[in-house]
């Protein structure tokens, strides 16, 4: 008798007579495997798997590093960055994100052609108004004022923060 005939026919004291089904058995199995590493330090396994996918990006390995993140057991705290809410220049209600989630209208409209910005942006902080990158940038070369007429000094008002 080889060791394998031995382990097929082993009984582990949990089926019921032949009863249950290979689903069952591999759900056994499944929490069998799970108690492998002790629950009481994933938050420490976590913090290895975060390190090495911390490498694995230096390396420019991405693809292998979303592997590694998606076992991870502790969720990714949240981003707490800035969010602007602003208010849709078509329907006037509010959005978060890129465009309007009522009307699909982009959420910046470019203060110079007037035409909804989809692709690079940049705005002023004080005032909000902004445009396509190109734009701005041709703007301010040879203006220091913000291109709607509002008054705000936006480049020195960015620079300097106030």
């Given at each position: ?157 960015n620079l300097f923060?106030?």
């Amino acid at each position: 008798m080889s060791w394998s005939d031995t382990f097929d026919t082993a009984d582990d004291g949990r089926s019921s007579n032949g009863l249950e089904s290979q689903e069952e058995l591999e759900k056994l199995q499944h929490e069998d495997n799970c108690k492998m590493l002790d629950p009481a330090v994933w938050e420490q396994y976590d913090r290895y798997k975060l390190a090495y996918a911390k490498i694995l990006y230096n390396w420019r390995l991405f693809n292998q590093r979303a592997l590694v993140l998606k076992f991870i057991s502790t969720p990714v705290p949240q981003h707490k960055g800035v969010e602007f809410a602003v208010c849709c220049h078509k329907c006037g209600k509010e959005m978060r994100g890129p465009q309007c989630s009522w009307c699909k209208y982009p959420a910046l409209q470019c203060s110079i052609c007037h035409i909804g910005v989809r692709g690079l942006a940049n705005f002023c902080l004080v005032c909000g108004h902004g445009g396509h990158t190109v734009h701005i940038l041709e703007w301010f070369k040879s203006h220091s004022v913000c291109p709607t007429g509002c008054g705000c000094n936006c480049l020195k008002e960015n620079l300097f923060g106030g």
